[in-house]
Nanobody, 120 residues
Framework: QVQLVESGGGLVQPGGSLRLSCAAS????????MGWYRQAPGISRELVAA???????SYAGSAKGRFTISRDDARSTVYLQMNRLKPEDTGIYYC??????????????WGQGTQVTVSS
């Protein structure tokens, strides 16, 4: 069982910044990919940004140019730097880690979620 510990959410004014972090209780060599998802009221959980262990990244259109996903392999930790935040970025942010679980099998683990509120 993989444990994920998230931190870094909070209340910020429009235009401000926050950095989220998610530490996984598994060696980086067992990780296929790591990502951040957002769930806003009345909206399905959606991908914000993801990074595979090889280093490739992907972003939702709304996040491009404002958010940066990065990884600390030594700590099996993924970060989401969020700049120029907008009210529509408000939601619960969940970390997801996909790990190798055996021959051709990948398992997903989710963090507990951290609230991000962008409001003046």
């Amino acid at each position: 069982q993989v444990q994920l510990v998230e931190s870094g959410g909070g209340l910020v004014q429009p235009g401000g910044s926050l950095r989220l972090s998610c530490a996984a209780s598994v060696n980086i060599f067992n990780i296929h990919s790591m990502g951040w998802y957002r769930q806003a009221p009345g909206i399905s959980r959606e991908l914000v940004a993801a990074i595979v262990v090889g280093g490739s990244t992907s972003y939702a259109g709304s996040a491009k140019g404002r958010f940066t996903i990065s990884r600390d392999d030594a700590r099996s930790t993924v970060y989401l730097q969020m700049n120029r935040l907008k009210p529509e970025d408000t939601g619960i942010y969940y970390c997801k880690v996909r790990v190798y679980a055996g021959q051709s099998q990948l398992d997903d683990y989710w963090g507990q979620g951290t609230q991000v509120t962008v409001s003046s």
